[in-house]
């Protein structure tokens, strides 16, 4: 059965914004108990002409169900990196199934944090690496910059129980948004993370600085 999102703009290679209820989001596999503001569905193949992305069903997997009509799709497999893992010699393999350095460092430091916020940065991650096949790097304490584009970065904060998460930007670059965004350093954006409704509005963000190198 093939899937038509309809209203669909691409927003950067293999992403994609589409209208999607609700109630849509739900049927299909791998429907979470985790809602946010919009739907993220992860698609393993997809095709864009016109205005619409069409999918198989069998080839979307749910991660967040969200409360408005709109919704981002992802592709789990881009072209760019598939190409550099052949030019390497490596063999195809899952994309959860590559460990990046620096990464694991991360998600220990965030694991510190309330079971929510741990939750909604392990995820905020993954969503990005789906996209940028970098690797977190320490800096002093718990800081961490993306390498080797340091597009974003984060400071875990057990005690606030959040992350602090600077972006590459003008804050009005990345308005209106569910978030709220302050200046970090001129010409960066500040914004915290610590729960799980607040995700892909985080990953729609980090996802618009990286175009922006």
Sequence with gaps: MRVVFDQAAEL?????????????????EGAPLIHGSRSVVLAQSAEFTNGSLTAEMEALRS???????????????????????????????????IKFPGDADFLHEVGKLPVEAASAGRQ?????????????????????????????????QPSRGNLSI???????????????????????????LSKQTEVAEAFRIVSASRRRR
Excluded: C
């Design 12 to 28: 950067d290679r293999g992403l994609w914004s589409v209208r999607l209820r609700p109630t849509d989001a739900k049927r299909l």
């Design 63 to 97: 991660l967040v169900v969200g409360t408005s009509d709109r919704a981002l799709v992802i592709l789990s497999s881009l072209h760019d990196y598939e190409q550099g893992a052949a030019a390497a010699g490596a063999p195809d393999k899952p994309f959860d199934a």
């Design 124 to 156: 905020l991650l993954e969503l990005v690496r789906r996209k940028d096949p970098g690797s977190m790097k320490r800096g002093s304490r718990r800081n961490f910059s993306n390498s080797p584009d340091n597009f974003w970065y984060a400071v875990v």
């Design 166 to 192: 600077t972006v590459r930007g003008r804050p009005e670059f990345f308005q209106p948004s569910t978030l709220e965004l302050k200046v970090d350093r001129p010409g960066y954006t500040r914004f915290y």
